[in-house]
């Protein structure tokens, strides 16, 4: 981030979040927050988070907001641990006050830890003065959560593992755009259920990697699908691209299913949508479906089809909410809303 982008103490931005397609599950440092195996999204350009960082000399503590209300418990804490992080590389023991507005259900599945640490990864580095290039403030979001590396971008991102155990551990691992072919893909945003989940995704990744006999042949198989979905994306084949996400997604929650004990986030609605999913196909509309850690599906497909997608998952999930997203924007400073 250059110079002239820097504010006086005080910075806003606004991420999106984001989907993956090839998944992150599984730590191999958990401290550094390095992954196993290489992943894969598409940053939405609906659900926006905006944070804004001020710095605030005289104060003893920092000050986190998230809607207008306190942040307490461990997402405070995570919340510190990343200023405390960003006050370290910037040399200043500075506090600052972070406010934070979600436009996307908290700790449900649907990636508002992306959204809201890449925003807060660049807000507070242009606060603290510090000049991060989109590589850099990859690396520094991923401190936060994982998946938020991938926010950084817009489009489609790749997040590299790294080398865990060298010296260089926490440099090699970061997001970076991925090329495309020409085509329009949207996702289908299933919202079965909007509520926190019952256990977090850190605990079930964890319990997944320790417990799971599924867990390493399916990690092993991610890379396979990783380097079938380049091509596929290179190719603008949006039939393999879905037919790549929805094996790796349900080959991950099956990871899940067989730890011990097994975490179980797919519901009643949730296998509703799944099954209207697989009717799209028969009737001939190319539609494929995935999920992160809930019970929230998200479906891609052509642009061209979505509304009629839309309509045919809002008919499964009485009672729940659809929402259809697009490629969107990579993580920005807001000029003039500091």
Sequence with gaps: MSAEHRSNGSATAVAHPNIALIKYWGKSDEQLVLPRTDSLSMTLDIFPTTTRVRLVPEAEHDEVTLGGAPLEGEARRRVVAF????????????????ATENTVPTGAGLASSASGFAALAVAASAAYGLDSDPTALSRLARRGSGSASRSVFGDFAIWHAGRPGEADADLSSYAEPVTTGEFDPALVIAVVNAGPKAVSSRAAMRRTVDTSPLYEPWAASSKDDLAEMREALLKGDLDAVGEIAERNALGMHATMLAARPAVRYLSAPTLTVLDSVLQLR??????????????????????????????????AVPGGSVHVAGPGPGARLLNGAA
């Excluded at 850690?293 to 479906?299: L, R, S, T």
């Excluded at 052509?302 to 008919?315: Q, S």
Aim: charged letters at 30%; aromatic letters at 2%; one cysteine or more.
């Design 282 to 315: 028969r009737d001939g509309v190319p539609a494929y479906a995935t999920m992160d850690a809930g019970p929230n599906v998200k479906v891609l497909c052509h642009r061209k089809d979505a509304e009629r997608v839309a309509a045919v998952v809002r008919g």
């Design 83 to 98: 200023l405390d992080l960003v006050r370290e590389r910037a040399g200043s023991s500075q506090r600052a006050v972070v």
